[in-house]
């Protein structure tokens, strides 16, 4: 696209952002001009009515002179998944926050960020005017994490616990001490007057099947479910309950609808099925960084710091390509010609990737030296600090083998077990141990000769990759994406131009029905340059210092009486189909495919089918349902509608119980409310999600103090002592005494929230070298005087000033000199890149039972059976499709927050030029988008920085409950917030599967996946 052309679009989107603005900025307006007409006095002739600074610095000397009404302490924003590094600034009198920064010693608010010995009181002089150290030493925090510290004293709080008045999802509650609920939760009884309820109690039973005839099925516990969000920290403490305490199979957050399919591509890559490892350039040092299905700054985590290292990178030369259907604010007038967005046609980014690799593979683009290197020795050899089985050898003869990787053992070169070597050939076609050669033919394909007789026609996994890129041509893959055959080759043609110091990244564009072999494609490219490792290439991360692990202090991963999960999760996933009874039975009678619902024995806990599954009644069903600060019901597309009779049944499942500080559209059909802390109240240990290349370790701390209400014996009601005290009462293993062990074998109880998260810190202090004491003086600056009691009670004498050294400065973070071991990272992921996937060939669909394949490949969206999307939602009927983008400002986590409702109110629903001309609408109409579900109404705003026959439709709006409905606490209304209600969900326009009975949605084929991208929809007028 031309230099002019760009720029002419460009403008096109400042004027639909004009346009935007005049949909819903008049608030904002009108309290500019109430500010500006009003002649009143302020307090101070330069700050205003604003609060006394937290602290003075002396700009010739830096002595910091620190305000006594005031206190500064570091912990972690929760404005969204990024969990950033902040600086809470406290009045001491009304326990008010007054304003949120960055936190200057934390790798996600700060680059550089201070180093990690600098004191307390140097860290705030450095981000002063003295020395002018303010701009270089800048920690900021973004306008979510400024505004959202509105939810610490939001009306719509849920501060006691609630019992449900009458019937599920009446939004009547009455409010009960912590010891009902308590009592209640575990010992069940006829507790609604509508029959007895199981209590937990009931339902524990580690030994007994819950259903006999299907044993692989695992213990009737399984039949108590645990559902959360994302790992904000305190997820270690949930899945401690969930799965080692109460046995429970059925624990997961919320990883299928939101970045499953990007995270399976990289399992595939990384050959880690299990812990779904996933790489992030090296922003600091890359030339070239091609985004897919992903734009930096709006979304892929770490939102802030991606924006910030991009913006710095373009005034160093980096260039970067956001391919993405939506224009966001990646690429704008700044950029110039460092950045370029590229639009595509939705679930179409797997065309592209598979074109640059055909482009790759033909024009010998690729890194020969790494891909011929077959194990790590090898590629130390020749200065390569990753390595690939590009040229291990694949079974391709039919047969019950295919698909398999060729072992030594079968060649009579090693005797069978666990390091069974693969196979590669020299250039003379002689096959060897790839353990014992230092390169490989990289495009080999011949015949194997058995240790057992006969032979095997076999191919290295490049060849296999080869011959799938091969599949289409690059007019064709062109004609698939909507991009032009030279716009790919060029792509393709910068992105092997810079050696190792190029990257692609990718997220939630690849969220559709074929996204997981997009995905695969994708994260391929990063193979084929052999990044991996390399500086400015890709890594797959820093790691973080021991926290919950036996750690160097505590034991918190084991302890006496600790139950492993057994049997099939709900989620049908980690477990083949083939191993069930049912395939058994099926088989018996000549029918083993198809499955009634899909088998995912690739996936992690699938908790996007763990609603479905227990309301179909499919592998079985669920006697209590355990919600912690999750929202299925409005976060996955496709569930609002389908799910909401059969959860408002108590025949269905029996208990709903729901940790969480609001009420939302998911807890609204509870049996009982847990009122949970939020933000600055909770404690926690937290990572970096991703893009950091040093340790971190992020803590959560009461930095205020929470504003639920305390149980009899003082503790605060939030999701820990609620775990807690049902782990008493049932007498579950993992809280009384052997809880907790010391390196020495002492042995602790849990009886607060504090025995974990001390002792984890402290884990994290000796960790390594023992990080120094704090001071009195920085204990005293941060606020850290008032957790003294609590840290001399847990602790060891020796311990606590460490483990408040790490509170005073919001964590442990590596310094950045740790990253880099001259022109290689030094934390290195170890396993080889997988240009071919044994594991992923070798698993079926249990709908057809066909094999998949072993290497990413081009396929349209499709059904679970894989039946195309559009013979079912065909074009002519269903023109446009939808997809969801990432607001800078807003998200689920801070949707009704009047200060960010101020500048962005609602989600307009994005339309081309083009489409709207067809439709005859134009910025401001309001239409109703409909799809084969469900229908959402809004505003149109029409603008060029979208793809043509594309919806685009901002994330986070259109909820139905967290205020947008008014409940009624006992006697007592809750206040509404009718802003939260403002927009459109895009999840509501979620599609089924129409081959599948019950409660279905759209999904990937492959590892389940929720889809939705690429939706099919149509406008009708309002």
């Not at 009515?49 to 972690?76: H, W």
């Not at 505004?147 to 009960?176: C, F, H, M, T, Y």
């Not at 996204?515 to 391929?524: D, L, Q, T």
Request: glycine share 10%.
């Amino acid at each position: 696209m031309s230099k002019n052309r760009r720029q002419f679009i460009k403008g096109l989107g400042a004027v639909g952002a004009l346009a935007a603005f005049g949909l819903g900025y008049s608030h904002t307006a009108d309290q500019f001009l109430k500010g500006f007409l009003d002649r009143t006095r302020a307090n101070d002739p330069f700050a205003g009515n604003a609060p006394q600074p937290e602290y003075r610095v002396d700009a010739v000397t830096g002595q910091v002179r620190l305000n006594p009404a005031q206190q500064v302490s570091y912990t972690v924003c929760m404005g969204c998944t990024t969990l950033c590094g902040v600086r809470v600034r406290i009045d001491k009198a009304n326990d008010q926050v007054l304003r949120v920064s960055g936190n200057p010693y934390h790798t996600l608010s700060a680059d550089p960020h201070l180093p990690y010995e600098t004191s307390v009181l140097e860290s705030f002089a450095g981000v002063s005017r003295h020395k002018e150290r303010g701009l270089e030493g800048r920690a900021t925090a973004c306008a979510r994490g400024n505004a959202v510290l509105a939810k610490l004293d939001s009306p719509q709080r849920v501060r006691v616990p609630l019992k449900r008045i009458g019937k599920r999802g009446a939004g009547l509650w009455a409010p009960i001490s912590f010891e009902q609920l308590v009592e209640e939760v575990v010992e069940g009884g006829d507790l609604f007057r509508e029959g007895d309820v199981e209590g937990l109690r009931a339902i524990r039973d580690v030994e007994t099947p819950l259903d006999p005839e299907q044993p692989e099925l695992g213990p009737k516990s399984n039949q108590m479910v645990f559902m959360s969000a994302f790992n904000d920290g305190r997820l270690a403490f949930a899945k401690r309950f969930a799965i080692n305490s109460f046995g429970s199979r059925n624990f997961a957050g919320h990883r299928s609808y939101c970045g499953l399919s990007m995270r399976s591509g990289y399992a595939a890559l990384l050959d880690n099925w299990k812990a779904q490892p996933h790489l992030k350039p090296d922003f600091a040092n890359a030339e070239f960084l091609l985004f897919i299905g992903t734009s930096p700054g709006n979304a892929g985590n770490p939102f802030k710091r991606q924006g910030h290292l991009i913006a710095k990178g373009r005034s160093r030369g980096l260039k970067y390509v956001v391919v993405d259907p939506v224009l966001t604010n990646a690429d704008n007038i700044a950029a110039e010609d460092n950045g370029r967005w590229l639009p595509i046609r939705p679930n179409t980014d797997g065309a592209l990737s598979m074109g640059m690799i055909r482009w790759i593979i033909e024009q010998d683009a690729y890194d020969a030296r790494f891909l011929a290197s077959p194990n790590p020795a090898a590629a130390t050899k020749v200065g390569e600090a990753s390595w690939s089985n590009a040229t291990h050898l694949v079974i391709v003869e039919p047969g019950a083998d295919f698909g398999r990787m060729l072992r030594g053992s079968d060649l009579g070169l090693d005797p069978k077990g666990d390091d069974d070597p693969f196979v590669v050939a020299d250039e003379t076609g002689k096959l060897h141990s790839h353990t014992a050669s230092d390169r490989g033919e990289l495009f080999y394909q011949g015949q194997a000769r058995l240790a057992e007789g006969g032979e095997v026609a076999v191919a290295t996994s490049l060849a296999l990759l080869r011959e799938a890129a091969f599949e289409h041509t690059l007019a064709e893959y062109a004609d698939a994406c909507g991009i032009a055959e030279a716009e790919i080759a060029g792509l393709a043609r910068e992105f092997t131009s810079h050696g190792k110091r190029a990257a692609v990244d990718t997220h939630g564009g690849t969220m559709g029905s074929n996204g997981f072999y997009a995905a695969y494609a994708i994260v391929m490219l990063n193979a084929l340059i052999g990044n991996l490792n390399h500086q400015g290439g890709t890594s797959a991360g820093g790691g973080r210092f021991k926290d919950v692990a036996p750690g160097p202090r505590y034991n918190l991963a084991t302890f006496k009486g600790m139950q492993k999960p057994k049997g099939v999760g709900l989620g049908r996933n980690g477990f083949p189909y083939e191993k069930t009874t049912e395939f058994r039975r099926k088989e018996a009678v000549g029918k083993p495919y198809p499955s009634e619902a899909p088998w995912l024995p690739l996936s992690p806990n699938m908790s996007s089918e763990f609603l479905p599954a227990m309301l179909n009644g499919y592998p079985y069903s669920a006697k209590a349902l355990i919600l912690w600060s999750t929202n299925p019901v409005y976060g996955v597309s496709g569930m609002t509608e389908q799910v909401k009779e059969r959860l408002a049944d108590p025949k269905v499942v029996p208990l709903i119980v729901s940790i969480d500080p609001f009420i939302n559209e998911s807890n609204q059909y509870a049996d009982y409310i847990v009122p949970d802390s939020v933000l600055y109240e909770s404690w926690g240990w937290a990572s970096a999600w991703g893009g950091h290349l040093a340790k971190v370790n992020s803590a959560r701390w009461p930095v205020v103090e929470p504003r639920q209400a305390r149980a009899a014996d003082g503790q605060v009601m939030e999701m820990e002592s609620f775990l807690i005290a049902v782990g008493k009462r049932m007498g579950l293993p993992g809280y009384s005494a052997g809880a907790i062990t010391d390196s020495d074998g002492n042995e602790y109880p849990i009886e607060r929230a504090e025995d974990w998260y001390l002792r984890a810190a402290a884990n994290i202090a000796f960790d390594g070298t023992p990080v120094p004491d704090a001071s009195d003086d920085e204990i005293a600056a941060t606020g850290v005087t008032r957790l003294l009691p609590e840290l001399k009670r847990v602790l060891k004498r020796e311990e606590w000033r460490k483990v408040a050294y790490l509170y005073a400065r919001g964590g442990r973070f590596e310094d950045p000199e740790a990253a880099y071991d001259d022109k290689f990272l030094r934390k290195r992921y170890p396993r080889a890149m997988q240009l071919y996937n044994e594991q992923l060939a070798l698993a079926r669909n249990s709908l057809t039972g066909k094999r998949y394949r072993g290497t990413p490949y081009w396929q349209p969206p499709v059904l679970a059976d894989g039946t195309p999307l559009e013979d079912v939602y065909p074009a002519e009927v269903w023109p446009l499709r939808v997809v969801s983008t990432k607001s800078q400002l807003q998200s689920s986590h801070t949707i009704g927050v009047a200060r960010l409702q101020q500048i962005q109110p609602t989600n307009p629903i994005g339309l081309h030029y083009d489409d709207a001309a067809k439709l005859g609408v134009k910025t401001g109409d309001r239409i109703r988008v409909v799809s084969p579900e469900g229908s959402v109404e809004g505003i149109v705003l029409v603008r060029g920085g979208i793809q043509r026959g594309v919806i685009g439709i901002e994330h986070g709006f259109g909820h139905r409950e967290l205020g947008a409905r008014m409940h009624r606490l006992g006697e007592n209304p809750l206040p509404k917030a009718v802003a939260a209600g403002a927009g459109v969900n895009h999840n509501e326009l979620g599609c089924p599967e129409p081959h599948r009975p019950g409660i279905t949605f759209l999904t990937d084929w492959v590892v389940g996946n929720v889809a939705r991208q690429g939706l099919p929809t149509r406008i009708e007028f309002i």
